[in-house]
Structure formats: structure tokens, C-alpha cells
């Protein structure tokens, strides 16, 4: 099964901030791979999907790129309203998906 | 639009069986594969399997194989995932989702189902 390694687990960080959060896979997934963002109590929504585009409605302070093995999801400027914990979920392996442990990023 | 509503909240034994329901509408039930995800409390996301609504085959995770059955009835649209022999640490909330209208990423979550597993 192809494992994700996602860091940090934690980002302190304030608004207005530059931020970067990484996934490393265990083999090559190509670019199948996606981004979300969860809030307390909801459900995951996705932002980025196939490592780079981003989903419909997500504002473009978001962006991912990295192939193969290496993975980031930046934001830009934080905004008050991103204070969240972030995913990566590899879909290549695509009879087995397996999600990155979580990035919880908190105001400092 | 893409909707998933899910079964309520259940409270089983150690050792019980659980079955969650996922009413699918919106879209073309047999056009995409579904997939139940869940999260325990304060932690991470976990794939559980995926079912093709058209044909009824699944996969599943390692973890899950043997104890968790995933079925569906295109006649009402709903989807069921049911998970056995439950142990404390199944306690979490489970999600139902579908992939994108164009890739395989899931794009579509059900609100979620909180199963606990108390004595």
C-alpha cells in the first residue's frame, strides 16, 4: 500500500502569513492527488485535486504543486477564515486511497 | 446538485454489527463509485473501501477486510457500508462520498454518521 507522510502536524501561524504544508509519498502517485480542508465538526472540502488545479469556488490564495513523490499546498496570505486542519489524499493506487495524518494550522 | 444524507447516530456493543445507510440524489446513482471514509475522535481521515454503485463490486482496505461489508440498492438510490464485530476503538464518525463528476478524487461528502461502541 502506498503510505502518505504529511508535515508539519501542527503550523502556528498569523494572518497575512505565507504557509506551506508538505505530503511525501511512500512510491510514485503522478500528480493523483488532492487537498482538503476540515473545520471542527464538518466535513472535509476539497481544494485542490491532481496536485495543482484548484476546485471550483476555492479562492486562489490556495495552490499545490509537486509529481511523483513530492507534494505542497501553499496559502498565500492567510486569511482568519483558513485556521483549519488541512489533508492530502493519494488517488493513483485508485482501488486503495490513503489520506496524509493532518496539518492542523493555528493562529500563533 | 450532489447530495449524500446519511443515518443517524448509533450506540452498539462490543461485538455488534453496525449498518449505515447513504441516500444519494442529484446525480446518476450508478454513474459513480462511493466510498466510506471515517475519523475518530481528534484524529485523522481514513479510507474504509469504495463500492461501484453500477455493478455492486468493492474494495477495501486491509484493516477492514473481513469485518466490513459495503452494499447498494439502485432501486432507492442508497448505499450501505456495515461493519462488524465492532471493538471500542471503532468509535468515530463515518462519511459517505463520491468521486468528482471528472477525476477519481473524492469531491462529495455525506454530513457524516457518529457510531460509538460502549459497554
Known amino acids: 500500500d502506498i503510505q502518505m507522510t504529511q508535515s508539519p502536524s501542527t503550523l502556528s501561524a498569523s494572518v497575512g502569513d505565507r504557509v506551506t504544508i508538505t505530503c511525501r509519498a511512500s512510491?510514485?502517485?503522478?500528480?493523483?492527488l488532492a487537498w482538503y480542508q476540515q473545520k471542527p465538526g464538518k466535513a472535509p472540502k476539497v481544494l485542490i485535486n491532481q496536485a495543482s488545479r484548484l476546485e471550483s469556488g476555492v479562492p486562489s490564495r490556495f495552490s499545490g504543486s509537486g509529481s511523483g513523490t513530492e507534494f505542497t499546498l501553499t496559502i498565500s496570505s492567510l486569511q482568519p477564515d483558513d485556521f483549519a486542519t488541512y489533508y492530502c489524499?493519494?488517488?493513483?493506487?485508485?482501488?486503495?486511497?490513503?489520506f496524509g495524518q493532518g496539518t492542523k494550522l493555528e493562529i500563533k | 446538485q450532489v447530495q449524500l444524507v446519511q443515518s443517524g447516530a448509533e450506540v452498539r456493543k462490543p461485538g455488534a454489527s453496525v449498518k449505515v445507510s447513504c441516500k444519494a440524489s442529484g446525480y446518476r446513482f450508478t454513474g459513480f463509485y462511493l466510498h466510506w471514509l471515517r475519523q475518530a475522535p481528534g484524529q485523522g481521515l481514513e479510507w474504509m473501501g469504495r463500492i461501484n454503485p453500477n455493478h455492486g463490486d468493492t474494495t477495501s482496505a486491509q484493516k477492514f477486510q473481513g469485518r466490513v461489508t459495503m452494499t447498494r440498492d439502485t432501486s432507492i438510490t442508497t448505499a450501505y457500508m456495515e461493519l462488524s464485530r465492532l471493538r471500542f476503538d471503532d468509535t468515530a464518525v463515518y462519511y459517505c462520498a463520491r468521486v468528482a463528476d471528472h477525476g477519481e478524487y473524492i469531491q462529495n461528502w455525506g454530513q457524516g454518521s457518529l457510531i460509538t461502541v460502549s459497554s
Open positions: 489524499l493519494q488517488y493513483s493506487s485508485y482501488k486503495m486511497y490513503t
Open positions: 512510491q510514485t502517485i503522478r500528480s493523483w
